[in-house]
């Protein structure tokens, strides 16, 4: 029997960018007037979410302490 966390451990990188990208609701305005921004764990911005999930797989890819 698999866990869901032992799904995640295996998951493509790919698949998991998918998960960890969010719409950032923090600007109101900014969705009031149609402007989505996405957002990467990376913390940064994107105005299209396939964007910010390339940059999430970066982020996800990238070796601790460089």
């Known amino acids: 029997m698999m866990r869901n966390i032992d799904i995640l451990r295996v998951m493509p990188v790919e698949d998991l960018a998918e998960f960890?990208?969010?719409?950032?609701?923090?600007?109101?305005?900014?969705?009031?007037?149609?402007?989505?921004?996405?957002?990467?764990?990376?913390?940064?911005?994107?105005?299209?979410?396939d964007d910010a999930i390339d940059d999430c797989v970066k982020w996800l890819n990238k070796e601790i302490g460089e």
Do not use: C, M, Q
Not at 34 to 43: A, C, D, H, I, R
């Open 20 to 49: 960890l990208v969010r719409l950032d609701i923090k600007s109101t305005a900014n969705i009031l007037a149609g402007n989505l921004v996405w957002e990467s764990p990376s913390k940064k911005h994107f105005e299209y979410k």
